[in-house]
């Protein structure tokens, strides 16, 4: 899959990380700075997927447009992954993960999505906070193309002021009272023990092959 470096490139400065931790509006990503976000997504999207329960979700790969979400879902689902995004720079990884959880209860309670299709809303998420946290570069090529490497080296830790940290714990503070609580989706399932997904993995996502999510949130390749 080719996708043109500038647009996504357009993406990540609207939804920068620097400065004002703010989430940036919807309508601040254009259409097709958001289709570009879900292609590129759509690519790392793995073909199975593990559930903590040992529950195999096979996704085929033919059927894109039985996958994908529409464009309002993807946006709001890219806005999420940016405030994820912030609250793992700004060391918050409990934070992260009420936020993850919150964002995927919301997807949830809707009834509306397929297990594949609740796959790559997470994964959309998971893509949105690796690109802006630098786990993903985007390297032009040819002057118009892009290629995308895992960047793996041990980068200098982004800064994070004690003014930034408050503020991104406030907005998800803010966020999750605004989600579905738990009962309300373990309402759904008819199980009174529900227990929340596990949070986004951290690490680079795959293609191809199985993946599955520990409750700590890390990503384990089989």
Known sequence: ????????????AALALAGNVVPARAQDLSDHAVKSFMEYAWSLTPQQFSKPDGTVIVIDKTKKDQVLVPLDVA?????????????????????QILNHRAMM?????????????????????????????????????QGDKEVVVVDEKNEPAVTCTDEQRK?????????????????????????????????AAQGAPTATGSTSVSDTGAEKKK
């Open 105 to 141: 209860r919301r997807e949830e309670v809707k009834q509306k999505w397929t297990p594949q299709q609740m796959v790559y809303i997470s994964q959309l998420h998971l893509t949105t906070v690796m690109l802006l946290t630098g786990r993903i570069r985007l390297v032009e090529k």
């Open 75 to 95: 946006r709001e689902i890219i806005k999420a992954g940016r405030l994820s995004a912030h609250a793992q720079i700004c060391d918050l990884r409990d934070d």
């Open 167 to 199: 503020k991104v714990k406030e907005l998800i503070t803010a966020y999750v009272a605004a989600s579905p609580p738990v009962s309300a989706v373990a309402k759904l399932y008819g199980n009174d023990k529900y227990k929340a997904p596990p949070a």
């Open 1 to 12: 899959m080719k996708i043109r470096a500038g647009v996504l490139l357009a993406g990540l």
